[in-house]
Each structure stands twice: as C-alpha cells, then as structure tokens.
C-alpha cells in the first residue's frame, strides 16, 4: 500500500448508477454516473424494478470506465466503498453485491457507507479546515434532514421529514403542472419568469422548535389550487398561459425554500453553529443556495467576533447521486479502521 490511499466508490441507491476512484478523500482520479431519467420519465417517479435492472445492466461498464479514467489497476485499490443505506433496497443490492464481490476477489478492505451522510459530505470536498460544529441540511428526492456533525464520521440526526420529502414534492408538483421529470430542474426553471408571491402557499412548521419537515401539505395545496378543493373540477392547468404556471412553480418553490431556511436557521442557532452544509439534489436549486446563503450572512455563532456564518454546499456536479462522495467519506472510515464484513447487507433505512 503506497502512501497515496486510493479508494473505489459505488453508488446504487435510487436511479443512477456511478462509480469513482478518490484519492485521499479529496482527489477526485474519476466519476462515472449513468443515469436513468429517460426510463422512469413516464411513470414521473422512479420504478423501483426498472432501477434495479437498470443497474445490473449498466454497473460493470461504469466501474470500468472508471477504473480506466484513473489509470489504475486493481493492485492500485486500497478498499472498496458502498452506499449501502438508506435507499431502494432492490437498487442498493446491486451495488453492495458488486462491492462484496471486488473486495473478496481482489482482497481488499470493504466499506459501507450512509448514502446521506456521503451527500453530506460532499459538501465537505473543497474544504481544507472546516469549521465546526455544523449544521448539514441534505435534501434530495427520497430524503430531508437535518443533522449536527461534530466531525466528517459523527453526524447526529436532529430532524427528517414525516412525510413527502422536499424532492419528491418537486416531482409531485412538476406532475401536477405537466411539467417534464424530473421536477427540480422543471420546477426551477419555470419558476425563473414567476411571482414567488402570487400565491401564498402553506408554509408547515409543525410544533414550535420542531426540527422535523412536512411538505404534504404543500403539495396538497397545489392540486387543489389546479383541480378546486373537492377534487371534482377539471385539470385547469391545460387552459392556464405560460405565466400563471410559472407563477404557481415559483409560489410553491418560494414556500419549500422559506421552510428549509428557516429549519436549518433554528437548528444552527441551538447548536450556535459556525458553518452550515447543503447537499443532495435539490441543493442544486439556486433559490435554495441563495436563501441559505443570506441566512448565513445575516446571523452568525454568538461568540461576539460579529462573523457570519459560512456556507458550504456540494459542487453541482456531486449534488445529485454520484460515487465520488461515497468514496470521499469511506476515506475518513478506512483512517479510522471503520471496515465492513461480507455478511453486509443493503438497509432501506439509515
């Protein structure tokens, strides 16, 4: 084992299907990332069978590819990472059983990775001194959550959504309005010519100082907006102009974003946090990146130097699914001798 401390990423918990070699946590040699948009566009939601033999079908190309982009060889390995939590476990099996099967063959140290913690993290990927504690907010499709990390391998859940999580609202609403799968982007980029304040959408805090999120209700509120509150009227939304749909995308990603701000604010300031993380796929949301941003500047740890707080959210390109934070965090675990076994199995939870 040389001194530089290379690691093989796999990423297989919903619909796309990647792999990535990092070096040192913080190289990146390669990533590969095969996504399956344009098969689940249909259903406007992931099919969990579709996902898993989609995975099956593209896996070995994209640990090839991305074994040939970093140039090495399989002697070159130190361990083998996985997300093998939380996740659809029909797709997590996939990756994980290729992950037992490379590490066993080329006899080499497994690592299970938490697919949120990993979305965490690559938040994380740029900075060389991170200041802590801090507050992380990942947001994705199937996920959001709030956590206290007090180090990159000690993250603390303060609250999770009780239902529909921020993403899947953003694909739920992006159907409603016949908008293209999936909704984040579409929701994003009809709600550039919108009035966020068209519409005052329901904003669910639940009960004061509650950390947890609930976006069902929002969703709700949409359909009834489009459909009258009985559900009995028609689909209004193929008689509406461009600009009344923009302006209930932009009302309704105004009101997602305000929940998740104000969230992680009452969480940064109980912890009196000095950085505050955002990863995950809606992380990608420039609205969302703006709020928080604002958020950061205006309030900061009370420790009386008068400095704001600092934002750090994953590059765009690691914000969706991608192997390259699974093997930036295994690093931190294969440091810490945090190895997994072969009796590992995949967990739909984390």
Known sequence: MGEEVNILGIETSCDETAAAVVADGRFIKSSVVASQAELHEKYGGVVPEIASRAHIEKLYPVLSEAMERAGLEKNDIDAVAVADRPGLVVALIIGVTAAKTLAMAWKKPLIAVNHLHAHLHSAMLTEEKLELPAVSLVVSGGHTSLYECSSPLDLKLLGSTIDDAAGEAFDKVATILHLPYPGGPSIEKAAEKGNP???????????????????????????????????????????????????????????????????????????????????????????????????????????????????????????????????????????????ADLTLEPQARG
Not at 214 to 221: E, L, N
Not at 299 to 326: I, Q
């Open 197 to 339: 304040k068209a519409i005052d959408f329901p904003r669910s805090m639940l009960e004061a100082g509650s950390l947890d999120f609930s976006f069902s209700g929002i969703k709700t509120a949409v359909l009834y907006y489009c459909h009258g509150q009985d559900m009995k009227g028609e689909d209004k939304v193929p008689s509406m102009s461009e600009q009344e749909i923009a302006d209930i995308a932009a009302s309704f990603q105004a009101a997602v974003v305000d929940v998740l701000v104000a969230k992680t604010k009452l969480a940064a300031d109980k912890l009196n946090a000095r950085t505050v993380l955002l990863g995950g796929g809606v992380a990608a949301n420039s609205s969302l990146r703006k709020a928080l941003e604002r958020m950061c500047e205006q309030s900061g740890p009370s420790t009386g130097s008068g400095r704001s707080r600092k934002l750090l959210v994953a590059p765009k390109p690691y914000c969706t699914d991608n192997a390259v934070m699974v093997a930036s965090l295994a690093y931190y675990k294969f440091k810490a001798g945090q190895f």
